[in-house]
């Protein structure tokens, strides 16, 4: 059996992914299937300077412009909220470059790229954009990660705080971890979480298993490859108006997540 244990509320959306470049955008192709003609191929995050924006890697870029969508659509100041950051893998592709220049050059490593290989990367850009002291947390739990960062982030609200930010985001990979972690294109989603209000009220249920899953919607099928998918029942459930969504929590525990409108 499982047990309700934690609840939130949802303030504000924000999504990206390619073909689907805004919360806006999947909702209307969640519903009616419709794709935009002229989606942009990359994101691009307003928090960062220009020169800073062609920099980023593209981790950075999805998690940063969902990010902020979800702090304007919630009308909150992303100085004044908590965080957490989860991602499967961080990037995959700067992980891949410094693992071959390791074996063929040591000391040619780029400083700019072994400062974006760490895992909280994401989650260091936004608190420098964001003009930020509130806490940031970032983790990782594979396939579980977006369920294991919404537990984090709901535990956070019952505990110490009254609302959040919770941002789950990954991108392509490449090399021999490619064949080993697949992941592809870009996914971002984020949520503003609070403890009070009107928007959609979260019910969390940890479980171990065992409960039916829905098919697939448009979103997950679009997105189907990306390390981040496991979100996307959620923002399916979210998007088409369904009560309930399953959410793989790792080693076989589930999250069963209600939604009260």
Same mark, same amino acid.
């Given at each position: ?23 806006? @955008?999947?909702?209307?192709?969640? &519903?009616? !299937? ?11 995050? &307003? ?40 991602? #499967?893998?961080?990037?995959? /592709?700067? #992980? ?25 990367? @994401? ?5 420098? !954009? ?9 983790? $990782? ?6 369920? &294991? ?11 110490? #705080? ?10 392509? $990979? ?20 609070? #403890? &009070? ?18 098919? /697939? ?45």
């Amino acid at each position: 059996m499982s047990q309700i244990v934690l609840s939130a509320r949802i303030a504000g959306i924000g999504f990206w992914c390619r073909g689907l470049p805004s919360w806006d @955008a999947a909702l209307a192709h969640a &519903q009616g !299937g419709n794709l935009p003609a002229d989606a942009p191929n990359k994101p691009s995050p &307003q928090l960062l300077a220009p020169n800073e924006r062609r920099r980023a890697p593209e981790t950075v870029a999805v998690a940063l412009e969902v990010a902020l969508a979800a702090c304007s659509a919630a009308q909150r100041d992303p100085r004044t909220l908590p965080s957490v950051f989860t991602s #499967t893998h961080g990037d995959l /592709a700067i #992980t891949d470059y410094m693992c071959r220049q390791l074996a063929d050059d040591p000391a040619g490593i780029s400083p700019i790229r072994f400062h974006n290989s760490v895992h909280n990367a @994401a989650a260091g850009y936004w608190t420098i !954009g964001a003009e930020t002291h509130a806490p940031a947390t970032a983790l $990782s739990a594979f396939h579980g990660s977006f369920a &294991q960062g919404l537990l984090e982030a709901l535990t956070q609200l019952a505990t110490d #705080t009254d609302e959040l930010l919770l941002v789950g985001y990954d991108s392509q $990979s490449t090399g021999p971890l490619g064949r080993v972690s697949h992941s592809q294109g870009l996914l971002g989603g984020a949520l503003v979480l609070t #403890t &009070q209000g009107d928007g959609p009220l979260l019910r969390i249920s940890v479980g171990t298993g065992g409960q039916d899953r829905a098919p /697939a919607g448009r979103l997950e099928h679009h997105a189907a490859g990306n390390a981040m998918a496991p979100m996307l029942p959620l923002f399916d459930a979210l998007a088409s108006g369904a009560a309930q969504c399953h959410l793989d929590a790792g080693n076989g525990a589930q999250l069963h997540v209600e939604i009260v409108r």
